[in-house]
């Protein structure tokens, strides 16, 4: 098959499937496994973050949202060009990720696979969709995660449980959505503020504060580690504010905000941290 990938959590799974021979194009953002990096890229962003922290990043995304703006310009005609067999999108965050809609109606005539994971169980699930839609076998890689699962969260049970708190951002904090509060109940963490199945939205540090976490997860979307740690450092007053005893700093970009094959391992990342 022809495949174009505008998910990075899709280009991970054809990778993780043995089908990263068939990907003809891909996405600006979609860099794991590092061989993806030989495919052509099909699509840009049409905001210019360079040097702008969580606050400026989240004020600038917002406007062009007031706007009716894109955060993503798709070349459609190159796309075609590539005479695919399959697309594949997403219909779950404009932000995060290209919108299957801003690309259907061009893309028409093309077979297209549209992702929408809300939990754990969906994102495995999409998976599997993927492989079948390719006509490839996906046994082995979906048994060998689910292995994975069921030890780190055997490995998790051995901990006490702990009252904590993830953020998917910083300036604003905003709580666990969809997958991640999957991930925090098989860690041993009970959040309070994560909304299960569902978007996260933007909240007040006052609000994190009157959660009490004994730990708080910092996983900013979209940061690797180092970039989430700067982000930290400079948020240090709020996050002190909070009375956490442990801050545990983690690479969201890569990890927690893909709803992919390594989702299981940010499973076994939180749990190592706990471990701590």
């Known amino acids: 098959m022809r495949i174009v ?6 280009t991970e799974s054809l990778f993780a499937l043995g089908l990263g021979d068939q990907l003809v194009a891909r996405t600006h953002e ?17 905001l210019d973050l360079a040097g702008q922290g969580s606050f ?20 459609t005609d190159a796309i075609l060009a590539l005479d695919p067999d399959l697309v594949v999108a997403q219909d779950i965050c404009d ?13 028409g005539g093309v077979r297209m696979v549209r ?13 599997e969709e993927l492989a079948e839609a390719c006509g490839a076998e996906s046994a082995a890689l979906m048994s060998s995660l689910r292995r994975r699962i069921e030890s780190a969260s055997r490995a998790a049970a051995a901990l006490p449980r702990v009252r904590g708190v993830f953020l998917e951002w910083i300036d604003p904090p905003y709580p666990a959505g969809h997958w991640t509060p999957d991930l925090l109940a098989l860690a041993g963490v009970d959040d309070p503020l994560a909304r299960p199945g569902v978007p996260s939205r933007g909240l007040s540090w006052q609000a994190v504060r009157d959660s009490a976490p004994e730990v708080l ?11 989430a740690e700067q982000e930290a450092a400079a948020m240090r007053g709020e996050i002190e504010s909070t009375g956490a005893r442990q801050v545990i700093v983690l690479d969201g970009s890569a990890y927690f905000n893909r709803p992919g094959p390594r989702l299981v391992d940010s499973l076994e990342v939180l749990v190592a941290a706990r471990s701590q």
């Open 217 to 227: 997860v910092l996983a900013p979307c979209g940061f690797d580690r180092r970039r």
């Open 56 to 75: 400026g990043i989240e004020d600038a995304v917002a406007l062009a949202a007031r706007d009716g703006r894109s955060l993503y310009e798709v070349d």
């Open 30 to 46: 979609c860099d794991h496994p590092p061989e993806a990096s030989d495919i052509p890229i099909v699509t840009r962003s049409t």
């Open 95 to 107: 932000v995060c990720a290209i919108p299957a809609g801003q690309v259907a109606k061009e893309l």
């Open 5 to 10: 990938s505008l998910l990075p959590s899709a």
């Open 115 to 127: 992702q929408h994971p809300h939990s754990l169980a969906d994102a495995l699930a999409d998976i």
